[in-house]
Nanobody, 123 residues
Framework: VQLQASGGGLVQAGGSLRLSCEASGSIFSINAMNWYRQAPGKEREFVAAIRGVGSVNYADSVKGRFTTFRDNAKNTTFLEMNSLKPEDTAVYYC??????????????????WGQGTQVTVSS
């Protein structure tokens, strides 16, 4: 299983970006799909999550500005980021809780991480 994140870039403050994260491989099902970020010199922090049933939650710092949604048919989650601020600058990572079929009748569930995509917001 692989998670491929994309969509990062350089944007001015107040601008928008849309990140995407596609899961591929021998996937049986995907539960939560999450976004985290890590700014230079800081620990990785939670940004947003969407569950398999569609419920979402966000970090307080992005509420009202960021929206996450998913396309289950494409095993893809998105992070729509609006009204970006310089403090949103970070490497953004996606993760997902994925169940795989390891053998007939056997399944394994674990959390997978993508490689990260850089978002830079200039003031």
């Amino acid at each position: 299983v692989q998670l491929q994140a994309s969509g990062g870039g350089l944007v001015q403050a107040g601008g928008s970006l849309r990140l995407s994260c596609e899961a591929s491989g021998s996937i049986f099902s995907i539960n939560a799909m999450n976004w985290y970020r890590q700014a230079p010199g800081k620990e990785r922090e939670f940004v947003a999550a969407i569950r398999g049933v569609g419920s979402v939650n966000y970090a307080d710092s992005v509420k009202g500005r960021f929206t996450t949604f998913r396309d289950n048919a494409k095993n893809t989650t998105f992070l729509e980021m609006n009204s970006l601020k310089p403090e949103d600058t970070a490497v953004y990572y996606c993760s997902a809780v994925i169940t795989t079929s390891t053998a007939p009748g056997l399944r394994s569930m674990r959390n997978y991480w993508g490689q990260g995509t850089q978002v830079t917001v200039s003031s």
